[in-house]
């Protein structure tokens, strides 16, 4: 069975590449993980192709290892939701599309970490939002909260939205990029049974959120 690893948000801009992209160079220190964004809107289009900014990121990360239509199969120019963008473009789209792509890239026995667009109950394809495909490849969740003024109450909604969504939720990350005053991360940790990390604010921190990680989720 492989380890897939899902990185969600409460919302889009949360720092969901930006915490995928460290973790990565994190894992590869002790295995081999590949990087599956299977949709990614607000490209750019560079002598008729479409450009993905993030997923190029993972796809320059992993050396070239994989083929960036590997890593991201669909991608569309304008930054809407996928949902959106599919019907736009009157194309058919549905999760089991991704899961077919990934199922290609899951032949070896690497840690796949997937990355979702936007956050955890935006529209993902045409029949089902991200959290919809977390329970269809049984996946282990990470989610991205960013640190900021109301993110208590966002944590708190989406830990019980996902159980009953009944779609487990296996670890929460504090995004502390930007620093500030607030006590967010304890107080988030009043409300919930699953392990709160902060990541960004130091190499302390960001040490014990990446070692967590390996050990809950990869058992490594």
Do not use: W
Request: charged share 25%; proline share 4%.
């Amino acid at each position: 069975m492989h380890d897939y690893i899902f990185i969600t948000g409460t919302n889009t801009d949360v720092g969901k590449t930006y915490f995928g992209l460290s973790l990565i160079k994190y894992l590869l220190q002790y295995k081999e993980c590949i990087a599956f964004k299977p949709i990614e809107t607000g490209c750019k289009l560079s002598n008729k192709k479409l450009i993905p900014a993030d997923s190029a990121k993972y796809y320059k990360l992993l050396d070239n290892k994989f083929s960036l239509e590997q890593v991201n199969p669909y991608r569309f120019l304008e930054p809407v939701s996928p949902y959106l963008a599919i019907k736009k473009a009157k194309k058919r789209i549905y999760l089991r599309n991704y899961f077919n792509k990934l199922k290609i890239i899951s032949k070896s026995k690497n840690t796949i970490l997937i990355e979702g667009a936007g956050g955890a109950f935006s529209p993902f394809a045409l029949d089902g939002l991200n959290i919809d495909f977390m329970k269809l490849v049984k996946s282990k969740n990470i989610l991205i909260v960013k640190d900021e003024l109301g993110c208590i109450g966002s944590a708190v909604s989406h830990y019980y939205s996902f159980k009953a969504y009944k779609v487990p939720l296996n670890m929460i990350i504090l995004n502390t990029h930007k620093k500030n005053k607030m006590d967010n991360l304890n107080e988030i940790k009043k409300y919930v049974d699953v392990p709160v990390y902060t990541f960004g604010k130091t190499s302390k921190d960001n040490s014990a959120c990446f070692a967590a990680i390996k050990k809950i989720l990869l058992l490594v």
